[in-house]
């Protein structure tokens, strides 16, 4: 791993009271959070070990560990967040080890991991086909990686009902609509754009699926060198 790794994030980073706001406001999203976990966990043998990149304050991987014998790491950027993650995993008696990292330096041995997932962060990282590089480093062969975010060409009026349906408050769910328009969104990718960073990358190619405002992407180590999945 090279020491001249750029700054992971865009922007000023989510640490102090951004974090804690952002925890907050997520919590909004506990079903998402849920569903998703329990999809993971009907694909996943038992005793799988599993990554989640950017967790946040830990809600997915949390929710994972609840469902099944699995050995669970998060890696996150943000000092506020790992210490979030740590207190609500401790709260919630789930196993995780919340560390904190870079996605395109991961402190990680290659095919350490079975699964790994994203979920409304890689639209943020500086070096994206860098970190989808060290999730294919850290992937044992056969293993999975799994990007859930933000589509690039999602409608405002989508986006609005999205934060309007998720019963945030007046000023909660102000603050996460001008979150969307004025970063998100700008942020974000297209389809395209996924695929083609791809092809940059080591995993060659992926699959994209719609997923209310934004998709799933998803990317396969082949069990057999230089073979590809369509």
């Not at 997915?60 to 996150?76: C, M, P, Q, V, Y």
């Not at 790994?116 to 992937?139: D, G, Q």
């Not at 999602?154 to 603050?175: F, N, Q, T």
């Not at 990718?189 to 990358?201: I, V």
Request: glycine share 10%.
């Amino acid at each position: 791993m090279s020491s001249a790794t750029a700054k992971g994030y865009k922007g000023a980073g989510m640490e102090g009271w951004t974090a804690r706001w952002y925890a907050k406001t997520r919590q909004n999203d506990m079903e998402s959070f849920r569903e998703a976990a329990q999809r993971a966990s009907e694909r996943l043998g038992q005793g799988s070990s599993v990554l989640e990149v950017a967790p946040g304050p830990g809600f997915f991987s949390i929710e994972l560990a609840k469902r099944g014998n699995f050995h669970i790491t998060g890696l996150d950027i943000s000092r506020t967040m790992v210490e979030i993650a740590n207190r609500n995993g401790n709260k919630a008696g789930a196993k995780v080890d919340f560390q904190l990292g870079n996605a395109s330096a991961m402190p990680f041995g290659g095919e350490s991991f079975d699964f790994v997932y994203c979920s409304a962060a890689f639209k943020n990282f500086t070096e994206p086909v860098k970190a989808l590089n060290e999730m294919h480093r850290v992937l044992r062969p056969g293993g999975e990686a799994l990007i859930a975010d933000l589509c690039k060409d999602a409608p405002i009026e989508e986006i609005d009902r999205y934060v309007s349906r998720s019963g945030r408050g007046k000023l909660d769910g102000w603050l996460t609509k001008m979150a969307f328009r004025v970063l998100l969104l700008k942020r974000a990718y297209t389809k395209n754009d996924f695929q083609r960073m791809a092809r940059e990358s080591s995993f060659a190619s992926c699959t994209v699926s719609a997923e209310g405002i934004g998709f799933e992407v998803r990317f396969w180590k082949p069990t057999v060198a230089g073979a590809t999945r369509s």
